[in-house]
């Protein structure tokens, strides 16, 4: 992954010294003193009493009142000077602001005073952990125990991390601090921290409580930044490299925060939930209203939603959590009967089983999801949101931990409310380079989803929805407006999504057999897909190219055979387009044949933009896809492995195989002839050349942006009645160039299953040519009428068992999304910029 951002043409020390002037300046007497504390804590070589209660109170006194202030009077280079030359006075530092909020916590803070200690704490907190990560040495400094102790305290005393983790899950449910007090008290009557049930003070309601408490902005403000330090704190993972040897060990963090050693788990894992899923960013209505008044929730919803994807990737076991969650008549229990997953996020979100709590849920994410698309006669008068990212993460994340929620998903065309906005973030991402991750995990969740029945039969509901985008206008159903957008992915994407090709045609293969009535644009765009990918020189460029054609095969195969009475349009276009299967059928396999269509390749090769040259009329209001700004922020993908299980079924019955298959995926469609070797389902590396010879080497050791991950299969294994597609080697020239050779050649041109479709045309050309002959017919209506009302029963060939490919999680895709993951949350807090400038060694930071 990368990430990049334009560089400041000025020098960044002048600037920090400028704005560091311009903050004092505002308010000579406090700032002044705040920013003489940290120069001489910064300047002394030798240690500060930690007994120096008044030095050490400047750094959380009232002198400073937000955040950014603090990122700003404390700069960069001094934290690192301080780690480096006077490293017990940050020891010191730390160790008090920990006093501080544990201090806090117990006696619930009731005075101003204490609370904007809390906070200036917490922001202090929040400005060093990133420092003290980037340096191996220091990162089990909060994981040790508290100085000056006797060695029988020190053995039972806490590390200072788990005292921090504690104290700020109480400062979350402090009344008057961060929840509505449930009776009135004062700075002279603070309710006991000690005894409080924080299962009464969750912060919205939903899954798992009732009541709904009043908004508070000050609440809301207090926790977003205890959130944001949560975050930082788990930000551990960034600062190791994305080998798998160094995230062996789940994150400390992590774990103690999602242990049972948390009492606050349970009601800290609802109120998050919660708080994601019943916001609504329009609200009533009112245009602008987002202009004219400050929304105090976003930003704590953007926070407690990466709280959660990350907390719930932190998983290590692998498991396919499917609880029936029937124990006991709540949503949710604090203990398990059957143990369960240590993570005790994964464990609740795994047992929500109630069809209420899932309806509130979903009805929550779509109603985000689809925020984005909204469309108003005034321009800019309802407000977006940007944390779309966080929310298919999520949502990927319960469907993968809780089966009982994706088959409620599923169970009715709810699941439609999610596929469109997928779909439109698909098309909106596929021509810009620094949003390649969108599409991966949108592509990775309808993957998901096309593994089961009920989402093929869904997509037959038809398409009203008028979203604005650059796509022809078609009237159909939703897996019409699916297969147009995945060909306009693969037409008009840039070169780096490639490597999904082989995912796209799968969720095509997979909703293929259950799909009634395909649309005259959907039938012409998988017609023009197989026109393009059964050009010889394209099949003979690449080992693997021809499985393209195997998908698209398979998906016609699928619809004549089971779909065959509703698919006018289809075979209407098959029989138009009946000369590809011919060629297809006779392709030559002989060396010379071979060498002269790939020499040929630049006049022969069949451009994958529309036949009549120039794109159709596009919906309404429809903005073309952009590329990139330069300059902006950009975050981007450097491996996505995924691997898939392959699952046999007919209609009437379901049966499942398995079986083992190599890791493939396709390169450019226009370089493929310099493509060599077996390929990771994953785009190429930012660092390396596409056209080097190590480009196509299987990857022993990865770069710093290239997690070192197994190669996966987006196909499975071929378990049909059809022989398994085969992976023979051709010959090698001595350079180490692949080279297509006959026998090569043959050994998969006798495995296309093209035996159905010849079928179909041998029994329908004749008819259909009769017909237009003996009536003279130039519309092409009475000819989709007449084949709307034929019928090929006992003509066609035995029908094939249906092949289901299902996603599967793998250690790759685990890298993988961790590195999305954190590449995500680091590009969105950039108020304040946490980890601005710090050494990330998860992905790759980048200034052009």
Request: glycine share 4%; charged share 20%.
């Amino acid at each position: 992954m990368k990430i990049c951002r334009r560089k400041q043409k000025a020098d960044k020390h002048i600037f920090s010294f400028r704005r560091i002037y311009s903050i004092i300046m505002g308010n000579t007497d406090t700032k002044l003193n705040f920013r003489k504390a940290v120069i001489q804590l910064t300047t002394k070589t030798q240690p500060i009493e930690a007994n120096d209660e008044a030095f050490w109170e400047q750094f959380w006194s009232e002198s400073v009142t937000c955040v950014q202030d603090v990122f700003t009077l404390i700069p960069a280079a001094e934290i690192r000077a301080l780690r480096e030359e006077s490293p017990s006075n940050l020891a010191t530092l730390c160790y008090k602001a920990v006093e501080k909020l544990v201090a806090a916590a117990e006696s619930g803070c009731p005075s101003q005073r204490e609370q904007q200690t809390v906070l200036n704490c917490v922001r202090l907190l929040t400005r060093i952990l990133p420092y003290i990560f980037e340096d191996p040495d220091w990162r089990g400094f909060f994981w040790s125990t508290l100085p000056n102790q006797s060695e029988e305290t020190e053995i039972e005393s806490s590390p200072l991390a788990q005292s921090l983790l504690n104290a700020l899950c109480d400062l979350l449910f402090c009344p008057d601090f961060t929840v509505q007090s449930n009776r009135k008290s004062g700075p002279d009557n603070p309710e006991d921290m000690g005894s409080i049930d924080s299962c009464e003070y969750i912060w919205e309601s939903g899954v798992g409580f009732a009541h709904s408490p009043p908004h508070n902005f000050q609440h809301d403000q207090h926790r977003t930044e205890i959130i944001k330090l949560f975050l930082t704190c788990f930000s551990e993972t960034m600062y190791l490299p994305p080998i798998a040897d160094a995230h062996t060990v789940p994150n400390q963090w992590i774990q103690y925060f999602t242990s049972t050693d948390n009492r606050h788990a349970l009601p800290l894992f609802t109120s998050l939930l919660n708080i994601v899923c019943a916001y609504d960013p329009v609200g009533y209505g009112v245009p602008y209203n987002h202009l004219m008044f400050t929304d105090s929730r976003e930003q704590l919803v953007e926070g407690a939603l990466q709280v959660l994807c990350v907390t719930m990737e932190n998983e290590s076991s692998n498991h396919n959590v499917s609880v029936d969650g029937t124990s006991g008549g709540t949503a949710m229990d604090a203990q398990s009967d059957t143990g369960g997953p240590d993570n005790l996020f994964v464990n609740y979100l795994s047992r929500i089983h109630r069809e209420e709590d899932f309806a509130f849920i979903l009805r929550g994410i779509t109603r985000l999801l689809n925020n984005p698309l909204t469309q108003t006669y005034l321009p800019g008068s309802c407000k977006k949101i940007q944390f779309h990212q966080e929310l298919l993460v999520l949502f990927w994340k319960m469907c993968d931990i809780n089966k009982k929620f994706m088959f409620y998903v599923l169970k009715s065309s709810d699941v439609l409310d999610v596929l469109v906005p997928i779909l439109y973030f698909l098309n909106d991402a596929r021509a810009d380079q620094s949003r390649v991750g969108l599409m991966h995990i949108g592509v990775f969740i309808l993957l998901l989803l096309s593994g089961e029945r009920n989402f093929g039969v869904r997509l037959n509901k038809p398409y009203s929805v008028r979203v604005p985008m650059d796509i022809p206008v078609f009237t159909g159903t939703h897996a019409d407006f699916l297969i147009i957008v995945f060909h306009k992915i693969i037409t008009t994407g840039h070169q780096r999504l490639q490597p999904l090709f082989d995912c796209l045609l799968t969720i095509i293969v997979n909703v293929s057999p259950y799909l009634k009535t395909l649309s005259m644009v959907a039938s012409t765009k998988l017609l023009h897909l197989l026109e393009a990918f059964s050009t010889p020189w394209f099949l003979y460029a690449s080992p693997t190219n021809h499985h393209l054609v195997f998908f698209l095969l398979e998906v016609f195969n699928n619809i004549i055979q089971y779909q065959f009475d509703g698919n006018c349009n289809l075979v209407y276009t098959i029989i138009r387009k009946r000369n590809v299967f011919h060629q297809l059928a006779n392709l030559p396999t002989e060396h010379a044949t071979i060498a002269k269509a790939l020499s040929k390749r630049g006049k022969k090769f069949v451009q994958l933009t529309p036949e009549s040259g120039k794109d159709l009329p596009t919906m309404e209001g429809a903005m073309p896809a952009m590329e990139a700004e330069p300059g902006t922020l950009k975050t981007t993908l450097a491996a996505t492995p995924i691997k898939l299980k392959p699952d046999m079924r007919r209609l009437d019955r379901m049966t499942e195989k398995a079986a083992p298959d190599e890791g493939h995926s396709e390169l450019t469609l226009k370089e493929l002839a310099t493509s060599t070797g077996n390929i990771n389902i994953q785009p190429p590396s930012e660092i390396q050349d596409p056209d080097s010879p190590e480009h196509n080497k299987p990857k022993a050791k990865a770069s710093r942006s290239v997690p070192n991950s197994p190669p996966g299969s987006p196909t499975g294994s071929e378990t049909t009645a059809k022989p398994p597609l085969a992976r023979t080697s051709s010959t090698s020239s001595s350079g180490g160039s692949w080279v297509a050779t006959p026998e090569w050649v043959q050994s998969w041109k006798q495995k296309l299953p093209l035996q159905t479709i010849m079928r179909m045309l041998q029994v329908l050309v004749p008819q259909v040519e009769k017909i237009c002959i003996d009536k003279g017919l130039t519309d092409e209506s009475e000819i989709l009428k007449f084949l709307q009302h034929g019928t090929l029963v006992g003509l066609l060939p035995v029908p094939h068992p249906i092949l289901i490919r299902k996603y599967q999680a793998n250690s790759g895709t685990t890298m993988w999304f961790r590195t999305y993951l954190w590449g995500v949350i680091y590009l969105r807090n950039v108020d304040p910029p946490i980890w601005y400038d710090t050494n990330v060694k998860l992905f790759e930071i980048q200034r052009i």
